[in-house]
């Protein structure tokens, strides 16, 4: 397929990329954008590939085919100590609409979205609350994702381990791989920090949050 030269708009797409780390990989030949809890990348750059590493977070990776565009947030709900019913769902709202809304800025056709889901592990988070937060993300983001029409294409969700996720969001291609025991740690203590920055942080409709 050949696709028309990038526009202004789509070349300032990176503008807005959010708790995003770039780096070219040699070995691949490709530019790397990782993301971390909080972060939201859109791109439509075929040497682009954004990366992730999940535990009990989720990762909505949403994408045009027919545009060549796609991106990727990573997102975690608060637990269930705090007032679930305003603060988790504004949040987890606000996470997806800023993904939607970004690709939706560009391509204008909602009907074309399609999304993959990663993540939402039942890992030993000690300083939460609920331990399961992970179930708690994965249920918030598959009846988000019906509630919009948005059909899904594949997950790969749950059980007890971490993801590292690979996502080519010009073509929708996606890739996961299990991470071990040895990484956990530092997963599991980055999501126990945004905990405590949701719990001093008030959301007032906006998605400024990250």
């Not at 439509?44 to 590493?53: A, E, G, H, K, S």
């Not at 997806?96 to 993959?116: C, P, S, W, Y």
Request: aromatic content about 6%.
């Amino acid at each position: 397929m050949i696709r028309a030269p990038r526009s202004p708009q789509r070349r300032s797409l990176e503008r807005h990329d959010i708790a995003a780390n770039r780096y070219h990989d040699h070995r691949l030949g490709a530019e790397m954008v990782n993301i971390v809890v909080g972060g939201c990348v859109v791109s439509d750059d075929p040497n682009v590939i954004i990366t992730t590493t999940l535990g009990s977070c989720v990762a909505a990776c949403i994408y045009d085919e027919a545009e060549g565009i796609g991106g990727m947030n990573h997102f975690l709900l608060p637990d269930a100590g705090l007032d679930t019913l305003s603060l988790s769902s504004r949040y987890g709202s606000a996470a997806m609409e800023q993904l939607i809304n970004r690709l939706l800025a560009v391509t204008g056709r909602r009907d074309r979205l399609r999304a993959k889901i990663f993540g939402g592990a039942n890992v030993n988070l000690n300083t939460l609350r609920s331990s399961h937060i992970g179930e708690r993300n994965v249920e918030f983001v598959m009846d988000y994702l019906a509630t919009e029409g948005i059909p899904t294409m594949s997950w790969d969700v749950g059980g007890v381990s971490a993801r590292a996720v690979r996502f080519f969001p010009a073509t929708g291609r996606s890739q996961r791989r299990l991470i071990g025991s040895e990484t956990l740690h530092d997963i599991t203590r980055s999501e126990n920090s945004f905990i405590e920055r949701l719990r001093s942080t008030e959301i007032e409709g906006e998605v400024e949050l990250f």
